[in-house]
């Protein structure tokens, strides 16, 4: 690895520009060497010259994406340098132009974050390659809270993971009116606490709910299982793939060979590609409602992996957005009944889904280090305090 930076690095860097481009452009899977050489306009003599393995290529492209993305923390912190006191409204207002950033000045590093993040849930290689960036981006958060708010870190981690799960979804709808106002009146309810600064009153905010809803006919918290016995074992299949390797790992061969069944009887239950993803996404609802338990992980890091998913492959397919759109409607209809039985306060949407957003990125924060640093749970009954007082 040490050689590969001595040689001539033109052709490194273009290999590595097409790398971080075709992993923003259709994720991890993208990354194979005989197609990124010929997209590169290389060879796999060359490749393999420059950069040993496909896992060498990986860590090049880790540490020159972390490097970009200090440099682009450090000019966005640089911006509030003045600011020497965060009231509520401020922390709002901040986390909205960063998420703006991240959506539109830098969609492709946030492309790769969010891909590299899901990736490292699951292989240990790529989370210890990994754990250096979240350790960096954690430090800036503390930073920038630090000095200006009471409770600097629990501020900071909020932050870190509401930003971390949002951005897959400003990726996927940052450029629909509702989806801002929805993306606003969150950002009040972090920053407030679980109180409305003045846009994110509960009625308001259950009324651009449901002109956003999709009507995709997923299943409610009283409908009944949909599947029957052998249909039910392959959209539990689905779910796992989608939540493993992210909606375009979802073909028939690849459910039916996790099923255990050929793929003609994958076909036979789902007959498009479409129509298994929308399996897969129904076990993911189930799982979220509390209705049906994951064969391989915690309920939490698969609704939360699930999720990033999808909204990471509406970010590529529009055609998907009405999935991502109503998978982040769910999670806070659900946090609210739970959290609202838990606590005892009568929690309402708006603080509910504002609360779902900080713990799930909070979850897959934990899940990519495999070290956790925050307690979600405490985190949650934390952010809606203000609402239990």
Known sequence: MGDAHKIDAAPAARILAVARER?????????????????????IAALTYHFGTKNQLIERLVEAERASDELAHAAFASRFAGLKRLEPSAVAAILEVYLDQAARDRRI????????????????????????????RRAFWREFFAGRIAEADTWAEAAFGYVTDETAHSLAQGGAPDYQLLRRMGLERLAGRGRSLGLSHADFFETVVRRMDPALQLPSATSHDPFGEKARAIALAASEVIVAD??????????????????SSVAYHFRTQLDLVRA???VVYRV?????????????????????????AAARDPTLTPY????????????????????????DLAAAQAASIARLGSTLLIQATGEPPVDSDGLVEWLVGADAN
């Open 23 to 43: 992993l923003a452009a259709g994720g991890f899977r993208q990354l194979t060497l005989r197609p990124l050489a010929e997209a590169s306009g290389s060879t």
């Open 109 to 136: 590093d946030s492309l790769v974050w969010c891909e590299l993040l899901l990736v490292a849930g699951a292989d240990q290689e790529a989370r210890s390659l990994l754990a250096p960036w979240i350790a960096g």
């Open 246 to 263: 992210g909606v375009q790992a979802v073909t028939h061969r690849a459910v039916g060979e996790l099923a255990q069944v050929p793929a």
């Open 280 to 282: 897969g996404l129904t």
């Open 288 to 312: 979220a409602q509390g209705r049906l338990a994951p064969r391989q992980a915690q309920s939490e890091i698969f609704v939360a992996r699930g999720t990033v998913s999808v909204a990471l």
């Open 324 to 347: 991502a759109v109503d998978l982040r409607r769910l999670r806070g209809e659900n946090l609210r009944l739970r959290i609202s039985e838990r606590l005892g306060v009568d929690l």
